[in-house]
């Protein structure tokens, strides 16, 4: 009898398991450069570094001759001769009237040539707007770079500290539960008493909640750092641990890009102001053309059905409508917005500087105590163990300093990465990457 199992208890096929995917192994510097070559803001901000470029080339194309050819047939009928005096003339010499309104085939092949003359500085103040514009776009795109990779770095280090607040946690969580089978032991040996073990296991419980609100944290900062990193969400990643930060002099600073960004905003509209008065004034254009115009195609490109027309044409604008008096008037508050914009930034960039000097000596402050407060706390547990062999204390008192041990672990671990993130920020404040 053939047997066939139910759906649910059938094995899937081998090709529809999807394999686990290998964890990818990165460094802080790792990081950095694959955020510097994958993350889509980056990317994004780059496109419009290409964007303002392309916009120098458009713009220059204005002072630039403009060259066209046209080739053109057309068929008509001209009934203007009837309107003229000859028409009523032609009859009396001869002339039927329908011969006055034959219809004609016209074939013209020609060139057109256009050239701005002179325009009072307009055009070549246009260029030199369009090279600040680009300009002003890569200080834009130097701002979004140093945010997303301090961006990166700040990710990098919550992932750290998660997984090492995640670690102390399983310790207490390991010896929490050592200590409930210990007084268990005990308690069949009656050297324990019941209020022991229900110590032992409200130490347990206590643990296990953190446990799982530590396992989600280091979730959620993995998400946030792929995604920094242009990775998929739930890619696993394996981080190489920082180390202790070595003690290095103030690196010097670079002019902040935000500044640059709006000191060149504040040149682009004085440079504006010039293109605004050219507008008022006369401006001359150069005008040319030259080709063939025949009844019949054979005609073309034969003399003397060549034409040609040269001209020079001033325009001189008397009203506008005081649209240059509402454009000055519009630059002229732009440029003012830009200008406290920018005082107002430098004092940001001030405070913000002083700042990070003051939270980077904390935290070397911070760290040194943080360490000295560890290696008192080990020794404060090895001479517990010792204690507790020798009959000393009881096994509450061994895991409230083991306790104490794995806070002092979890503090000195924060103090450090703490410290790394003070770097980060007084190197941020300094307008340099965070390495």
């Not at 630039?64 to 009934?79: A, E, I, N």
């Not at 307009?122 to 680009?134: E, F, P, S």
């Not at 268990?184 to 009656?190: I, P, T």
């Not at 396992?215 to 990643?237: F, H, I, M, T, Y």
Request: aromatic share 6%; proline share 5%.
């Amino acid at each position: 009898m053939l047997f066939i199992s139910p759906p649910a208890l059938q094995e899937p096929a081998p090709s529809a398991v999807s394999a686990p995917r290998a964890p990818l192994s990165l460094d802080l510097p790792g990081a950095i450069a694959r955020a510097r070559n994958e993350n889509p803001l980056l990317r994004a901000a780059k496109a419009r570094v290409e964007e303002r470029r392309g916009l120098i080339t458009t713009t220059r194309a204005d002072a630039l001759p403009q060259l066209t050819l046209m080739g053109d047939f057309t068929r008509m009928r001209d009934v203007s001769m009837l309107n003229s005096g000859f028409a009523d003339l032609a009859p009396a010499l001869g002339f039927p009237v329908s011969s006055l309104v034959g219809t004609r085939s016209i074939y013209t092949s020609q060139a057109n040539l256009s050239q701005p003359l002179f325009y009072w500085g307009k055009l070549g103040t246009a260029v030199d707007i369009a090279k600040m514009g680009a300009q002003e776009a890569t200080f834009a795109y130097t701002t979004s770079e140093l945010d997303i990779l301090h961006g990166v770095a700040k990710a990098y280090l919550a992932v750290l500290s998660a997984q090492a607040e995640q670690e102390v946690i399983e310790s207490r969580r390991k010896t929490a539960e050592q200590f409930v089978s210990d007084v268990k032991a005990r308690l069949e040996a009656q050297t324990a008493t019941e209020l022991d073990r229900l110590r032992a296991e409200s130490e347990l419980l206590a643990v296990i909640p953190e446990a799982l609100q530590a396992d989600a944290q280091v979730k959620r900062s993995l998400e946030v750092l792929n995604g920094q990193l242009g990775l998929d969400p739930r890619a696993p990643l394996t981080l190489s641990s920082l180390g202790q930060p070595e003690a290095t002099p103030k690196p010097g600073g670079a002019e902040r890009s935000e500044l640059a960004q709006l000191k060149q905003q504040e040149a682009m509209y004085r440079a504006n102001e010039k293109i605004i008065t050219s507008d008022l004034r006369p401006k001359f254009d150069l005008t040319a053309s030259y080709g063939y115009q025949a009844a019949k195609s054979d005609n073309l490109f034969k003399e003397p059905y060549d034409t040609w027309k040269v001209s020079v044409t001033m325009k001189f604008p008397v009203f506008d409508g005081l649209r240059s008096s509402g454009k000055r008037a519009q630059n002229t508050a732009q440029l003012e917005q830009v200008k406290q914009a920018r005082i107002d930034r430098e004092r940001s960039v001030a405070i913000e500087q002083s700042s990070a000097d003051r939270e980077l000596e904390k935290s070397l402050a911070l760290n040194e105590a943080a360490r000295r407060a560890h290696d008192a706390t080990l020794e404060a547990l090895r001479m517990s163990r010792e204690s507790f062999e020798q009959g000393l204390i009881t096994s509450l008192d061994l895991l409230q300093a083991e306790r104490a041990e794995r806070q002092a672990e979890s503090q000195r671990r924060r103090a450090e990465l703490g410290l790394w993130s003070a770097r980060f920020d007084q190197r941020r404040s300094l307008g340099l990457p965070p390495l």
